[in-house]
């Protein structure tokens, strides 16, 4: 039998500071970041740490150490891109997806089951991300306002490769140049589209919302207790024909009353190919003419 080596006081440190973040997973930038913030807490002194700026040497030099400690490992979805911590329980999937990714979020019928939009449930679970342009300009950010400055190249913000399936669930990521607003679930590490963007979102891909007679069924039901913060994310998106959208839905098919509505009409394109209100379907002679949108459903 293989003895169990011990730890020193710096891996026992470590060790009790995973077991704090009470996350299953940890990618290998923000374990270099809590090695980095062991190293400058002012506990040098008290762990004999000759250093307290860690370079690549001593993340891997702790890494082999832990691993053998058995207190980290490969994950068995995203093997070395996110990092198993073995010494705490492990988590949903849109818990681990969102701790292996910082850009991403649940979104679309997905986050339509979650705020109980809908009654339907889809295959697996959809998040949204930046797209790769976007996605290198954010994490660079993200690094870049990190009081600790860069790490080393090995330990940079990267765009994340995701498996097809977390934990078992299937994953379907939307790369999107807008993502929109998302709030942190409360008790857990999922991020999540505010109920606002969500509503925005089902105007935008309908496809990925049920279809858009199911959309229409939700806002339906829905819109009316919802209203402000619909009229808010819809007021800060940029696409006129999303504003026609909405505008249509809540004004005439709704008879919702709202100032801002109003104020779209003033920007509703003239009639032109991209003017339905279903983009997936084609023309239908039936218009509102207010709106200049097909009323193709």
Sequence with gaps: MVKKQALSRLERFLVDRLKDRQQAVITPH?????????????????LSLKTASPGKSHYYRLYRSLCRARVIGGDDDYRQRALRILVA???PPEDVVCLADPLCHVSHLSAMQWWGLTDRIPKGTIFTRANASQSRIQLLEIMENDHRGLPPEPFRLRRIKHPESVRGCHIRMIDSKTTGNWITVQGRRMRLAKIGQTFLDMLRRQDLCGGMRHVLDVYDQHAGQWIEEIVSAVEGFPDKIIKCRAGYILSERLNIRHEKINSWKASAPQRGGSCKLDSSRDYAPVYSEAWNLSLNV
Aim: hydrophobic letters at 25%; aromatic letters at 16%; proline letters at 0%.
């Design 30 to 46: 923000d374990l270099f970041r809590l090695i980095q913030d062991v190293y400058r807490d002012g506990s040098t002194e008290k």
């Design 89 to 91: 329980y492990d988590q």
